[in-house]
Nanobody, 127 residues
Framework: QVQLVESGGGLVQAGGSLRLSCAAS????????MGWFRQAPGKERKFVAA????????SYGDSVKGGFTISRDNAKTTVYLQMNSLKPEKTAVYYC????????????????????WGQGTRVTDTS
């Protein structure tokens, strides 16, 4: 079993920045991929970003390209999402995700490959 705990959510204005963190614990010895999804109220969960175990491979959703950066620190088993120049939008919950197979090429089209989810951290737009 793997546990994912997100942090870093909060209040932000359009154009502002925020950094989310997700710490993995438990069975973390495999070369897993990690990433983020976002879900606004009444909307489906959407892909935001993903990163491979080595960090050499990254993938971003079309709506966040250029403004977000995903990174990870395997020594801390933690993945980060730096969000800059946030666009005005409704409040959303950001969910951390983990794929034990380590690949990220399917993250933008399906969540069937996701083995574990975090509880989510809320980002509230105060614009």
């Amino acid at each position: 079993q793997v546990q994912l705990v997100e942090s870093g959510g909060g209040l932000v204005q359009a154009g502002g920045s925020l950094r989310l963190s997700c710490a993995a614990s438990g069975r973390t010895f495999s070369r897993y991929a990690m990433g983020w999804f976002r879900q606004a109220p009444g909307k489906e969960r959407k892909f935001v970003a993903a990163i491979t175990w080595s960090g050499s491979g990254t993938s971003y959703g079309d709506s966040v390209k250029g403004g977000f950066t995903i990174s990870r620190d395997n020594a801390k088993t933690t993945v980060y999402l730096q969000m800059n120049s946030l666009k005005p939008e409704k409040t959303a919950v950001y969910y951390c995700a983990l794929d034990l197979n380590g690949a990220i090429d399917l993250w933008s089209v399906t969540t069937m490959n996701i083995n574990y989810w975090g509880q989510g951290t809320r980002v509230t737009d105060t614009s």
